[in-house]
């Protein structure tokens, strides 16, 4: 028996990268998986096809996690599908967006970024937990840039992702006394769109030479993690930030 046969697991932002790897990952392990988008609607149906085609089971639902009223009804296409009980919780979804210096802020941009890597969380968070108990996990996409703050132009970024940060050790207190485990991946330089975006290639080839690993991580890489912390060989851990930067920053 795979090791989440029965379960079931919400993604959000589950249409390409990180987020694509980690809901085909859960699918393979037998989690029947709720892959969430907003924009990218080819990306989520494309990841739904692949995990249909190794005989997994997963529907894409569009919300824009940002905004209250999207996430009650991801939420309830969830529960119309697969029931009232999730098992697994990945906040996924974010975004850097542009890089902006302090001087280039507008109010616009800032709640952007706060509302789509911190507000979006807390909220996906609050509207699931009544369907998760014991032995559940909730596991939240930090960053690297939430320790050092972040290369050139995303303070912004790196300051909402600190946020997920300290909310995943509050939270792990809050609801471990339910059984409720939750921890935060910590991805540092990932061969994904994010980079091809918003990371000059100079910049990737430096940084990934100055990686003990002398290379860059893999979207693959980030889900093995995390379906780590979402298996019952992770039982006891629980508020956890866990670093995935092939060795370029330890905690």
Known sequence: ??????????????????????????????AKVVVNYNSSEAGAYDTVNQIKAFGGEAIAVKADISKLSDIKNL????????????????????????????????????????????????FVMQAFEPLMGQGSSIINLSSQASRDGGGGGSSLYGSSKGAVTTFTRAMAKELGPKGIRVNAVCPGLIGTKFHDDFTKDEIR???????????????????????????????????????INGGLAFS
């Not at 795979?2 to 037998?30: P, Q």
């Not at 080839?205 to 003990?212: D, E, L, Q, R, S």
């Not at 060989?233 to 629980?238: C, D, M, P």
Request: charged share 25%; no cysteine; aromatic share 8%.
């Open 1 to 30: 028996m795979s090791k989440f046969s029965g379960k079931v697991a919400v993604v959000t932002g589950g249409s390409r990268d990180i987020g694509r790897a980690i809901s085909i990952k859960l699918a393979k392990e037998g």
């Open 205 to 243: 080839v430096k940084v990934a030479a100055g990686t003990p690993l002398r290379r860059e991580g893999k979207a693959e890489e980030v889900a093995d993690l995390v379906s780590y912390l979402a298996s019952d060989e992770a039982s006891f851990i629980t508020g956890n930030n866990l670093d």
């Open 75 to 122: 939420k309830a296409k969830t529960v119309e599908t697969f029931g009232n009980k999730v098992d697994i919780l990945v906040n996924n979804a974010g975004g850097l967006f542009a890089r902006k210096t302090l001087q280039e802020f507008d109010e616009e941009f800032y709640n952007l970024v706060m509302d789509v890597n911190f507000k979006a969380t807390v």
